[in-house]
């Protein structure tokens, strides 16, 4: 069956949310189980659960010492001593030890007074009936309500519980949910990927998803695309589960077969949503359960779970949403929207001069790795063209706004050391962090003079003098900055593995494929200024406006034969297993305001920056020369 399904809808989430439950609302409902209470953290109770023992179950001894009956104390004072005599008018005693008559109560082991006889004590002051002692039923009354009904479990409610002679409990049964991969492209982690094949991932992203929506995953092996084993495992899968997810096959290829396969065994209420990314999701039921389509790309299917899955779950576990954490942030750069979709642009967020700042991610629903180095999603609802940069945004926090307040916010030139800043900052300087977005040295330096990041690194070469970053501080403000001292680094042409092209010099460069820096870049002003030096033009150069935006990224298309060679430094070049021509050595800088200097988290920088792990780890890496890192120059704006 080769068919493309080109025509989606496109429905706003909340209605399809809507819509979709409407649909389920005869079939999906809560459900209950008995479980030991040893069990049940974090289930939620049905209804109240009842103490069936009191606790104390009786009077007890609240201190070691002697039982006594209080009325033979009473005239005890520092002049007239009462004597005690152990089995005669009291009786040794620990705490916890019942008390019973005719004592009631008890005299500390401290406020004895021993005498030569191990039998006798005296005691100086009375003692009045029940001191030290713990009546029956202090803590918990027999018949007392310990939880109420709709309760979550918690490591305490679990200890009264079980004091409360509690031992089974009833709670909110989790959904079972089968998560079903599709493709006969993917293959398990662990196989040596080829050309064409994908490493199967999504599936446990979703398993841990519903793990932590307190759900019970249950993965099935991924099925090829093929109609008849796709409908047959799906319709098991249904018959097991209370839910199921099949992931990818949902837009409109010629093997995406979900879709069809949904419609035989079932109904689809919805077929595409006005969510980007996470357009092709499909929302069906069979046989009264749930079955959710989400697309492949990894973006787009967190998104489709994040909207679709949790409000199905949570008719299942009968919660009610609770509002994510939210935080109102000045966005660094302009983002364009479309009027179909309200779009979710993951971004990394900070605070510099007291405003926080989100900058947006990478946008591709591909770019799975933009969920993990995302701090937060901003969403641009449908009915926005975009955003200016400075506006005002509100932001769905992934974490903690006192992580996000001690993060240090670096934006600028690319170099693998500001991902080894990040890893040292938290653990020599516990509770800071440092995150960073790379958009060229000059596009740094303007995010400093807006005030959207605290550090720029910047390596900009002054074609007349040959001397780096500082003329373009003293042209670009017109306040004093800093120039921190980083390292020197050897920039050169990253060349595949021995060298086939024999490249030696730019020189070589003309009729080769060649994969250029985006302007702004430090690296992009280096090649141009070597190329003039070489009497060379753009024109000559193929693959002069292909611009890769990293180092690394440079290193990879190299490796992938997309180039025969492009400018870099070292260290990307050793990480891909390239050939390295050195051209010569670059200084790489940090911009910062001196106001800045007074923040914990800069000063935590300044100091990871001149520390011994930080050297060694760049020796490591190699190609960088550390001498006066961390010297400090003010400069002047001239401007
Ligand atoms: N002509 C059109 N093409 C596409 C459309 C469209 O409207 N018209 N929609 C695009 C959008 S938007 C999305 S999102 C994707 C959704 O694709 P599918 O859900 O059909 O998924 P596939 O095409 O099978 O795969 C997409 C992508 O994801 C990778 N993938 C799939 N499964 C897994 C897995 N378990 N783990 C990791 N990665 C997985 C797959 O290999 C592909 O790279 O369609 C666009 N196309
Ligand atoms: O909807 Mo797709 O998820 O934009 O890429």
């Known amino acids: 069956m080769e068919k493309r399904n080109l025509y989606l809808n496109n429905i706003p989430a909340e209605e399809a949310v809507e819509i979709y439950r409407k649909a389920l609302k005869e079939s999906v409902d809560v459900s209950y189980e008995r479980i030991p209470v040893t069990e049940a953290l974090n289930r ?40 005690l005599v152990i089995g005669e008018n009291c009786r040794l005693i620990d705490t916890g030890d019942p008390v019973r008559p005719p004592y009631n109560a008890v005299i500390m082991a401290e406020d004895l007074v021993e005498t030569t006889d191990p039998d006798r004590f005296r005691i100086l002051a009375s003692a009045a009936p029940w001191q030290h002692v713990r009546p029956i039923g202090e803590d918990i009354v027999a018949g007392e309500m310990i939880l109420p009904g709709g309760h979550r479990i918690r490591p305490v409610d679990i200890g009264v519980l079980l004091a409360g002679g509690i031992l089974q409990v009833e709670v909110i049964r989790r959904p079972q949910v089968a998560v079903i991969p599709t493709g006969s492209e993917i293959i398990e982690p662990g196989r040596e990927p080829r050309e064409g094949e994908i490493i199967e991932s999504n599936s446990r992203m979703f398993e841990n998803l519903v793990t932590e929506q307190e759900g019970l995953p249950h993965r099935l092996p991924p099925v090829p695309d093929d109609y008849g084993l796709l409908r047959q495992t799906v319709l098991k899968a249904v018959r097991e589960h209370d839910m199921v997810l099949v992931n990818a096959g949902s837009s409109a290829g010629t093997e995406d077969y979900t879709v069809h396969v949904l419609r035989e065994l079932g109904q689809v209420i919805v077929h595409g949503v006005a969510v980007k990314p996470g357009k092709p999701v499909i929302l069906a039921v069979v046989e009264g359960k749930p079955v959710i389509g989400l697309p492949g790309y990894p973006v787009s299917a967190f998104i489709g779970f994040q909207n679709f899955v949790i409000p199905v779950m949570d008719l299942y576990l009968d919660r009610d949403r609770q509002p994510a954490g939210c935080a109102e942030a000045v966005l660094s750069r302009r983002l364009i929207s479309s009027l179909k979709y309200k779009e979710y642009v993951r971004v990394k967020m900070g605070k510099v001069d007291e405003k926080l700042i989100a900058a947006p991610l990478a946008r591709g629903a591909g770019a799975a790795m933009s969920l993990v180095r995302a701090d937060g999603f901003c969403i641009i609802g449908q009915n926005r063209e975009g955003v200016e940069a400075g506006e005002t945004v509100e932001v769905e926090l992934f974490r903690s706004l006192s992580e996000i307040e001690h993060t240090v916010m670096v934006i600028g030139s ?97 009729g080769l494929r060649y994969v250029n820096r985006q302007r702004g870049a430090g690296t992009r002003i280096l090649f141009d200024y070597l190329l003039s030096e070489n009497g060379l033009v753009p024109e000559e150069i193929e693959g002069y406006t292909y611009e890769a935006s990293t180092h690394m990224a440079v290193a990879a298309l190299v490796s992938s034969d997309g180039a025969d060679a492009g400018m870099g430094i070292q260290s990307a070049a050793k990480a891909m297993d390239l050939d390295f021509l050195p051209i010569g050595a670059e200084e790489y800088d940090f911009a910062l305001y001196p106001k800045s200097l007074e923040l914990p988290h800069i000063q935590a920088f300044l100091d990871v920056l001149q520390s011994r792990e930080f050297r060694m780890k760049l020796e490591e890496l190699g190609g960088y020369d550390t001498s006066g890192i961390g010297e400090q120059i003010l400069i002047h704006g001239l401007c």
């Open 44 to 83: 939620v109770t049905r209804s109240a659960v009842y103490a069936k023992y009191c606790s104390p179950l009786y009077n007890s001894a609240a201190m070691d010492g002697v039982a006594v009956r209080a009325d033979i104390t009473n005239h005890a004072s520092e002049r007239e001593a009462v004597e």
């Open 414 to 510: 690319h170099d693998l050391l500001l991902d080894v800043l990040a890893d040292l900052m938290p653990s020599l300087h516990p509770h800071m962090f440092l995150s960073s977005t790379h958009v060229g040295s000059m596009g740094g330096l303007m995010a400093l003079r807006r005030g959207e990041a605290h550090v720029a690194p910047v390596h900009l070469l002054d074609q007349k003098t040959g001397i780096y970053n500082i003329s373009y501080l003293e042209e670009l403000f017109h306040e004093p900055v800093l120039l921190v001292k980083g390292v020197k680094r050897i920039q050169g042409l990253i060349v595949k593995k021995g060298n086939p092209r024999n490249i030696k010099e730019i020189r070589d460069l003309p």
